[in-house]
């Protein structure tokens, strides 16, 4: 019987001995996430229900009964999704060596030449894609229990590092001209980058980024509809999503192709360009807004430190488009009007925020997305 193993360990050479010690054993594995606190973590393994469990101290048995995975699967991972609800999404070892060998001939990456950095958590795609793309096609890499700024940006010239995978609050922490290729997933990044920057979309359920600077990678396909939703469909996909019961939910539908959510269009270059979550979407006086584009020119604002915009139901114009700012430091903070004419300056005026929110911190998940459910906006005004 095939079992899934959760490993309850922080990045580092013993987290991936585990993990190449379950697959050589036919199973499958599940990254816990070390930030989560104890109750969080017991949560997610009575959802997964792992025959065993590996910690820094060892294996422990945790149920015996729990239902075998299939011949296939290579890892469970936690995702939270748009919703906040965890879903637990089953990728195959086929899924997973699709996706790495199709990163690596994107980048071009020889494992004679080329080393990776592992920094981001484990338990998202983000960091644990780049051990499993390490593993699959033999290239070197480093895995460390988390970013550290000097770590990092010093890792080119200590470790030899020539990839890495970040997220743009990483990013903006170190210089990324040393390494050979770095891939920024997470959240939409605004700000211009070098040309050794690649911005990546996908998701959980898509085995990672597949979209690599608005092009797919090798073997992947998207469509647009007429109506802008986005739909993916290749060998990345995962199998589905794990009930409690061990049965296995497709994520794609019967033709093959994954909903994903999100709204885009290709734009001239035949790139894809995504617009953000449907239901991200600000519908202010019958006009639509997309909060990524309203973030892009107010996050150039010199007194916006950081920004999320959102809609807020307002009796006039049935969405009221909400800016939330963190102001830089030792300067005044921005005015509602200075940052509505900020914005009139480059988009229609519909698209200017009609209510401003100033704080200390904007929340965000584990890959650096803005977490808009959690942003509070009061009822008055500031």
């Given at each position: 019987?095939?079992?899934?193993?959760a490993?309850?360990?922080?990045?580092?050479p013993?987290?991936?001995?585990a993990?190449?010690?379950?697959w050589?054993?036919?199973?499958?594995?599940?990254?816990?996430?070390?930030?989560?606190?104890?109750?969080?973590?017991r949560?997610?393994?009575?959802?997964?229900?792992?025959?065993?469990?590996v910690?820094?101290?060892?294996?422990?048995?945790?149920?015996?009964?729990?239902?075998?995975?299939a011949?296939d699967d290579?890892?469970?991972?936690?995702?939270?999704?748009?919703?906040?609800?965890?879903?637990?999404?089953?990728?195959t070892?086929?899924?997973?060596?699709?996706h790495a060998?199709?990163?690596?001939?994107?980048l071009?990456?020889?494992?004679a030449?080329?080393?990776?950095?592992a920094?981001l958590?484990?338990?998202?795609?983000?960091?644990?894609?780049?051990?499993?793309?390490?593993?699959?096609?033999?290239?070197?890499?480093d895995?460390?229990p988390?970013?550290d700024?000097?770590?990092?940006?010093?890792?080119p010239?200590?470790r030899?590092?020539t990839?890495?995978?970040?997220?743009p609050?990483?990013?903006?922490?170190?210089?990324?001209?040393p390494?050979?290729?770095?891939?920024l997933?997470?959240s939409?990044?605004?700000?211009?980058?070098?040309?050794?920057?690649?911005?990546?979309?996908g998701?959980?359920?898509?085995?990672?980024?597949?979209?690599y600077d608005?092009?797919?990678?090798?073997?992947?396909?998207?469509?647009?509809?007429?109506?802008?939703?986005?739909?993916i469909?290749g060998?990345?996909?995962?199998?589905?999503?794990?009930a409690?019961?061990?049965?296995?939910?497709p994520?794609?539908?019967?033709?093959?192709w994954?909903?994903?959510?999100d709204?885009?269009?290709?734009?001239?270059?035949g790139?894809l360009?995504?617009?953000?979550?449907?239901d991200?979407?600000?519908v202010t006086?019958?006009?639509?807004?997309?909060?990524a584009?309203?973030?892009?020119v107010?996050?150039?604002?010199?007194?916006?430190?950081?920004?999320?915009?959102?809609g807020?139901?307002?009796?006039a114009?049935g969405?009221?488009v909400?800016?939330?700012?963190?102001p830089?430091?030792?300067?005044d903070?921005?005015?509602?009007?200075?940052?509505?004419?900020?914005?009139r300056?480059?988009?229609p005026?519909?698209?200017?925020?009609?209510r401003?929110?100033?704080v200390?911190a904007?929340?965000r998940t584990?890959?650096?997305?803005?977490?808009?459910a959690?942003?509070?906006?009061?009822?008055?005004d500031?």
């Amino acid at each position: 019987m095939r079992e899934l193993v959760a490993l309850d360990l922080p990045g580092g050479p013993a987290f991936v001995r585990a993990l190449q010690q379950a697959w050589d054993g036919g199973d499958a594995v599940f990254p816990l996430d070390q930030r989560l606190p104890q109750p969080a973590r017991r949560q997610l393994l009575d959802a997964a229900r792992p025959h065993a469990v590996v910690e820094a101290s060892g294996p422990t048995t945790w149920e015996r009964a729990a239902p075998p995975v299939a011949d296939d699967d290579a890892v469970v991972v936690a995702s939270s999704g748009s919703t906040g609800a965890p879903k637990l999404v089953v990728h195959t070892h086929t899924g997973v060596a699709a996706h790495a060998w199709a990163v690596h001939q994107h980048l071009g990456v020889d494992p004679a030449t080329d080393r990776w950095l592992a920094c981001l958590p484990l338990a998202h795609l983000g960091g644990l894609g780049v051990v499993l793309r390490s593993i699959v096609t033999d290239t070197p890499v480093d895995v460390v229990p988390g970013f550290d700024a000097a770590d990092v940006a010093t890792a080119p010239a200590e470790r030899g590092t020539t990839l890495v995978s970040l997220v743009p609050t990483a990013l903006d922490r170190i210089d990324p001209e040393p390494f050979r290729w770095v891939v920024l997933g997470g959240s939409a990044d605004p700000t211009d980058r070098p040309a050794n920057v690649v911005r990546t979309y996908g998701l959980t359920e898509t085995g990672g980024g597949v979209v690599y600077d608005g092009v797919p990678l090798p073997g992947v396909a998207v469509r647009v509809a007429d109506d802008g939703t986005i739909s993916i469909a290749g060998p990345t996909l995962a199998r589905g999503l794990r009930a409690d019961d061990g049965t296995t939910v497709p994520v794609a539908g019967a033709d093959g192709w994954l909903a994903t959510g999100d709204l885009g269009a290709w734009d001239d270059d035949g790139r894809l360009v995504v617009h953000g979550r449907a239901d991200d979407l600000i519908v202010t006086g019958g006009e639509n807004v997309w909060p990524a584009t309203v973030e892009a020119v107010l996050a150039t604002h010199p007194a916006v430190a950081e920004v999320a915009v959102l809609g807020r139901p307002d009796p006039a114009w049935g969405s009221a488009v909400v800016a939330v700012v963190v102001p830089v430091p030792h300067v005044d903070p921005p005015t509602l009007e200075h940052l509505r004419n900020h914005v009139r300056a480059r988009l229609p005026a519909y698209a200017a925020p009609r209510r401003l929110v100033l704080v200390e911190a904007l929340p965000r998940t584990a890959l650096g997305k803005v977490a808009r459910a959690a942003l509070v906006v009061p009822d008055r005004d500031q």
